[in-house]
């Protein structure tokens, strides 16, 4: 079984910063590509921005030159550095990966954790 763990939200004015953390455990062979996506209200759950294996990142045009993603050195932590944001990046956000278990290869998701900007 595996598990993705979500921390780092909270309350921020706009112009804040906000780093969220993810982390996988269990039955994690290897892990490819990581992602951050984000669910306001009423709306569909949309990427926000992805890493690869290898480094190479992707973005939602809506937070290009604002949002940061990384991986950490430990196997299956991802972050999502937040600055500069604005009161329509108000959502729950939910980080996944593509993890390989002792089953195969399987898209995973976390619980989610709240950000929300007050302007």
């Known amino acids: 079984q595996v598990q993705l763990v979500e921390s780092g939200g909270g309350l921020v004015q706009a112009g804040g910063s906000l780093r969220l953390s993810c982390a996988a455990s269990?039955?994690?062979?290897?892990?490819?590509?990581m992602g951050w996506y984000r669910q306001a209200p009423g709306k569909e759950r949309k990427l926000v921005a992805t890493?690869?294996?290898?480094?190479?990142?992707a973005y939602a045009d809506s937070v290009k030159g604002r949002f940061t993603i990384s991986r950490g050195n430990a196997k299956g932590t991802v972050y999502l550095q937040m600055d500069s944001l604005k009161s329509e990046d108000t959502a729950v956000y939910h980080c996944?990966?593509?993890?390989?278990?002792?089953?195969?290869?399987?898209?995973?998701w976390g619980q989610g954790t709240q950000v929300t900007v007050s302007s």
């Open positions: 269990g039955d994690t062979i290897c892990i490819s590509a």
């Open positions: 996944n990966g593509n993890i390989l278990t002792t089953l195969g290869w399987a898209t995973f």
């Open positions: 890493i690869t294996e290898d480094g190479v990142t």
